[in-house]
Every structure is written in C-alpha cells, then in structure tokens.
C-alpha cells in the first residue's frame, strides 16, 4: 500500500508536449524534456484525483483537479530513511528514546557493512512506529563506538529505556536481527 507523501503539479501548456517542464520555464528553456529519475515516473492526467487524508490538500479537500501530467513516486523503499546518529544527538535520539532503538555501528569502507544496510533499512521500514533506527559511522563518532565497545564492524546494538540490551557484531542474516528485535518490542 502506497501513501502520498506530498503532491507535486508541474502545469503544461497544451501545445508543448506532455512530458516538458512549466510553460514559464520552458520559454526561457527551449522545452528541454524533464530528467529521467529512478523512482519517478510522469504520468498524464486529465482526471481528479483523491488522495485520501494522508496530509491536508490545500483548497478543495482531498479532490484535486489535475490538468497536465502526475508525478508518482515509485520508489517506496526509500519512504523510511534510516538516520545517522552523531557524538552530538546520540543522548537525545538513543537513550532518551521512548521506542527501543536499534543502532547499526558501521564505516564506509566496510564492505560486510555494505551488505546489512538493506538489511537494516527493511528493518526500519518494517517496524516503523515500533522501532527507531539509526546508523554510526564509526569514522565520524568514535567516542560513541568506543563508549560501547564496538570493535568489529558491522555491530548492531538494540537499546531499550537508554540500557544496551543486545549486540550483533557480522553481516547477519535478517531472521536473526528479527529474532533479537522481537524480544524488545
């Protein structure tokens, strides 16, 4: 199940084609055709749309009249970002969390470390509302990883009301984060 995140109308004019930028722009642009993304996708409409109450729509409630093309958002993995953790904010988002916190100690030169960020991102996307997220580069915030001992990257500490209460230290498999998130929630 998708939600719109936030809307976007990029208006056309009827004689340009119906993938160009704004008629504005495109008069100062020559009608230059609009970037392919990864993950966006342009799509002609000349119907209302309803978007549910997902966030307030200006004007006219949840319809939306749409002349011109819908830009949709394909790409919704990237929905939940997992955030990086800093010396500076590691008080206030890990131990003083009101959810557990998982925390994922990595570098980026580490390659195993490379192979549990999807890991760690389905994770986050998995227990949204249950769980937080959150990554140290290990480079960027050693008093952190000292603080706690991390000497092998990638380790993964579960924290619940501040206390660590778990480590993962290796490029697990998801079933065994899981298995420890479980225990905590």
């Known amino acids: 199940m998708a939600t719109v995140l936030e809307s976007l109308i990029v208006p056309r004019a009827a004689t340009l084609p119906s993938l160009t930028i704004s008629p504005i722009a495109a008069s100062s ?3 230059r055709r609009l970037p392919r993304f990864g993950g966006l996708r342009a799509r002609p409409s000349f119907s209302t749309r309803s978007f549910g109450s997902a966030s307030p729509i200006p004007s006219s409630g949840s319809q939306l ?26 008080q206030s988002l890990v131990l003083d969390s009101e959810f557990p916190v998982l925390v994922e100690f990595w570098a980026p030169w580490c390659g195993p470390c490379r192979m549990i960020h999807p890991i760690i991102d389905e ?17 960027e915030s050693p008093s952190v990883a000292t603080r706690y001992g991390i000497r092998s990257i990638p380790t993964v500490i579960i924290f619940r009301n501040g206390e660590k209460k778990d ?3 290796g490029a697990v498999p998801k079933s065994t984060l899981t298995t420890s998130i479980e225990k905590f929630l």
């Open 29 to 31: 642009l020559s009608a």
């Open 65 to 90: 009249a749409r002349r011109g093309g819908l830009v949709v958002c394909e790409a919704q993995d990237t929905a939940v970002e997992v955030a990086a953790v800093t010396d500076a904010n590691w």
């Open 123 to 139: 994770l986050a996307k998995q227990y949204a509302g249950k769980l937080k997220c959150y990554k140290v580069n290990t480079d």
């Open 167 to 169: 480590a993962i230290i």
